[in-house]
C-alpha cells in the first residue's frame, strides 16, 4: 500500500480569543515590525498508509477531528502528499 505524507495545521477559529498570538504581535510591533493578526497554531506531520491520496487525507481528517484537535476551538487543515 503506498504511503501518503499528510500535514496537519491546527489553529484557533477566528472567533477564539489568541492570547499567544496577541503577545507575539505585541512584542514583535514594539520592535518595529510592521505585523497584525497574528496567531499560534500547531504543526504536525505524519506518514499514512492508503490506497489513494483521497482516501489518505480522508483518514488524516478523521485523525485531526478525533484526536489532533479540538472541534470546539480549534480547526484543521489537511494537505496530503505522495
Same mark, same amino acid.
Given at each position: 500500500m503506498p504511503e501518503f505524507h499528510a500535514v496537519v495545521t491546527v489553529t484557533l477559529k477566528t472567533e477564539i480569543l489568541d492570547p499567544a498570538g496577541? @503577545? +507575539?504581535q505585541g512584542v514583535l510591533q514594539h520592535m518595529e515590525f510592521p505585523v497584525s493578526d497574528i496567531r499560534i497554531g500547531r504543526h504536525i506531520q505524519l506518514t499514512v498508509d492508503a490506497p489513494d491520496a483521497a482516501e489518505a487525507a480522508r483518514l488524516v481528517q478523521q485523525m485531526a477531528d478525533a484526536v489532533l484537535a479540538n472541534p470546539v476551538m480549534e #480547526? @484543521? #487543515? +489537511?494537505?496530503v502528499e505522495q
Open positions: 496577541e @503577545a +507575539v #480547526q @484543521a #487543515q +489537511v494537505r
